[in-house]
């Protein structure tokens, strides 16, 4: 008798529980691991928790610190996470590992509404692994009265334009030569690639298993690449040097061009902006009937997902996320800010809203239209090659670096008289002095600098 009424009590009890609406919903939240690079990760939180309020008011968002997401370059996806942004460069290792669930052609909203190369880049066969959110490519800013730049069709071109050794220090002195990032191995390995498919149109990528195996003539592009800056602009990897720090000097009148990605925009003065033109940058001087290689963060749902019964709520997040209502929220203007991320969004709805009142998004749409592009992945063996070969890749790519560095001088440079002996003895154990030296900012911040023949390596 006794176990009769607790199975009653247990049957009102899940019938009260169904008539309030108190149901597995509404027990549930989803993880989310956005991809953390960009410049206002905060409004993409915000965008996706307004939006999906609308979607699913009674499922709760859980976003995973930035700290423990790294968008897949060294992390694997953290369990927890139904859904989660990467790099795509890993797309073919995710699916390996069985980390990406299948989406069918029917679940994805606006399927239509994506740029080529970003859709076609995520499915296998009949089914999609992720939903693209972002786009992006190795992009040349240069101030669009600059005619040589504007003009120039390869990379020899650039570099007749440019020049080489055009400065030693940090900051160029004024507007002369080229900045960029050649700091990190990853960051290294890609534009390896990036530069050799350019070469040789060859994709998949071909992926050198040794040092004897990399393509000579792209480590020479590379190394031609870092002579157009200086060592210390591309390679400085201290800790106050911020992710868009180089798009803030660029703004500030130093340097003559920036080789960066769109997003570096949200970092230069609106004066700047009105002023810029870019393009994809050329990486050899290969003729350019290769495709074009693009970058892309894609959103993946955790196989996981299935096991804890939240997989259907997570592709509704996932395309909650990539839709143009919620990314145009995401990388638009916002309260806080006036101007946009100018990060390079997948749908061409959203290019075409926000060029209506950021005339640049129309600029940064005009790259993509009738080009042939391709998204930038590597093989199911990404992250492995990665960690075999980015730092051979990095250190071949500075080998016998000819245009010197600035060294703090041992004492203040009253004036050319002292120089050759300050800048001597400074420079004794640096290769020599190369003649130069400067009291003037940039260069020079805290003290006077000599310029000296050996860069320190790696």
């Given at each position: 008798?006794?176990?009769?009424?607790?199975?009653?009590?247990?049957?009102?009890?899940?019938?009260?529980?169904?008539?309030?609406?108190?149901?597995?919903?509404?027990?549930?939240?989803?993880?989310?691991?956005?991809?953390?690079?960009?410049?206002?990760?905060?409004?993409?939180?915000?965008?996706?928790?307004?939006?999906?309020?609308?979607?699913?008011?009674?499922?709760?968002?859980?976003?995973?610190?930035?700290e423990?997401?790294?968008?897949?370059?060294?992390?694997?996806?953290?369990?927890?996470?139904?859904?989660?942004?990467?790099?795509?460069?890993?797309?073919?290792?995710?699916?390996?590992?069985?980390?990406?669930?299948?989406?069918?052609?029917?679940?994805i909203?606006?399927?239509?509404?994506?740029?080529?190369?970003?859709?076609?880049?995520?499915?296998?066969?009949?089914?999609?692994?992720?939903?693209?959110?972002?786009?992006?490519?190795?992009?040349?800013?240069?101030?669009?009265?600059?005619?040589?730049?504007?003009?120039?069709?390869?990379?020899?071109?650039?570099?007749?334009?440019?020049?080489?050794?055009?400065?030693?220090?940090?900051?160029?002195?004024?507007?002369?030569?080229?900045?960029?990032?050649?700091?990190?191995?990853?960051?290294?390995?890609?534009?390896?690639?990036?530069?050799?498919h350019?070469?040789?149109?060859?994709?998949?990528?071909l992926?050198?298993?040794?040092?004897?195996?990399?393509?000579?003539?792209?480590?020479?592009?590379?190394?031609?690449?870092?002579?157009?800056?200086?060592?210390?602009?591309?390679?400085?990897?201290?800790?106050?040097?911020?992710?868009?720090?180089?798009?803030?000097?660029?703004?500030?009148?130093w340097?003559?061009?920036?080789?960066?990605?769109?997003?570096?925009?949200?970092?230069?003065?609106?004066?700047?902006?009105?002023?810029?033109?870019?393009?994809?940058?050329?990486?050899?001087?290969?003729?350019?009937?290769?495709?074009?290689?693009?970058?892309?963060?894609?959103?993946?749902?955790?196989?996981?997902?299935?096991?804890?019964?939240?997989?259907?709520?997570?592709?509704?997040?996932a395309?909650t996320?990539?839709?143009?209502?919620?990314?145009?929220?995401?990388?638009?203007?916002?309260?806080?800010?006036?101007?946009?991320?100018?990060?390079?969004?997948?749908?061409?709805?959203?290019?075409?809203?926000?060029?209506?009142?950021?005339?640049?998004?129309?600029?940064?749409?005009?790259?993509?239209?009738?080009?042939?592009?391709?998204?930038?992945?590597?093989?199911?063996?990404?992250?492995?090659?990665?960690?075999?070969?980015k730092?051979?890749?990095?250190?071949?790519?500075?080998?016998?670096?000819?245009?010197?560095?600035?060294?703090?001088?041992?004492?203040?440079?009253?004036?050319?008289t002292?120089?050759p002996?300050?800048?001597?003895?400074?420079?004794?154990?640096?290769?020599?002095?190369?003649?130069?030296?400067?009291?003037?900012?940039?260069?020079?911040?805290?003290?006077?600098?000599?310029?000296?023949?050996?860069?320190?390596?790696?």
């Open positions: 008798m006794k176990k009769l009424i607790n199975v009653s009590l247990t049957l009102i009890l899940a019938l009260a529980i169904s008539l309030l609406g108190i149901g597995e919903a509404s027990a549930t939240e989803l993880h989310v691991a956005l991809y953390p690079y960009v410049p206002r990760l905060e409004q993409f939180q915000t965008a996706i928790q307004a939006e999906w309020q609308k979607v699913q008011p009674e499922v709760p968002l859980n976003f995973v610190p930035a423990d997401w790294d968008g897949g370059y060294s992390n694997n996806p953290p369990e927890n996470a139904d859904v989660y942004v990467f790099d795509a460069m890993f797309f073919d290792y995710f699916r390996s590992q069985n980390w990406l669930e299948p989406i069918q052609a029917s679940e909203n606006n399927l239509e509404d994506f740029v080529e190369y970003a859709i076609d880049g995520v499915k296998v066969g009949q089914e999609y692994y992720a939903i693209p959110q972002l786009g992006c490519a190795n992009i040349l800013f240069y101030h669009k009265e600059d005619a040589a730049i504007a003009n120039a069709t390869n990379l020899d071109q650039i570099q007749n334009a440019l020049s080489s050794c055009t400065y030693t220090s940090e900051i160029p002195p004024d507007i002369r030569g080229m900045m960029l990032d050649m700091a990190g191995g990853t960051t290294n390995a890609t534009l390896y690639l990036d530069i050799a350019s070469l040789t149109g060859q994709y998949p990528f992926l050198p298993e040794n040092e004897s195996q990399l393509n000579s003539q792209a480590i020479d592009n590379m190394q031609e690449l870092l002579g157009m800056a200086s060592y210390e602009n591309a390679t400085d990897q201290d800790d106050s040097i911020k992710s868009y720090q180089r798009a803030d000097w660029f703004s500030d009148g340097g003559r061009a920036l080789m960066g990605y769109t997003e570096a925009m949200s970092n230069m003065s609106e004066n700047t902006r009105q002023n810029i033109g870019f393009k994809v940058m050329p990486l050899s001087d290969q003729d350019q009937s290769y495709p074009e290689v693009f970058y892309a963060d894609v959103i993946g749902v955790n196989t996981t997902s299935e096991e804890r019964g939240t997989r259907d709520l997570a592709v509704k997040l395309n996320m990539a839709a143009s209502t919620t990314m145009i929220a995401s990388i638009g203007a916002d309260a806080s800010h006036p101007y946009p991320q100018y990060l390079m969004a997948t749908r061409p709805t959203i290019f075409q809203t926000l060029e209506k009142s950021f005339p640049l998004y129309g600029d940064m749409f005009r790259l993509i239209q009738g080009q042939n592009i391709i998204m930038f992945k590597v093989n199911d063996q990404s992250r492995s090659w990665l960690n075999t070969m730092n051979s890749i990095r250190e071949n790519a500075r080998e016998d670096y000819s245009c010197g560095c600035d060294y703090p001088a041992i004492e203040p440079i009253l004036n050319n002292y120089a002996w300050i800048c001597g003895d400074t420079c004794a154990d640096h290769g020599g002095w190369n003649g130069q030296w400067s009291n003037a900012y940039p260069a020079a911040q805290e003290t006077s600098v000599c310029g000296c023949n050996a860069c320190p390596l790696p």
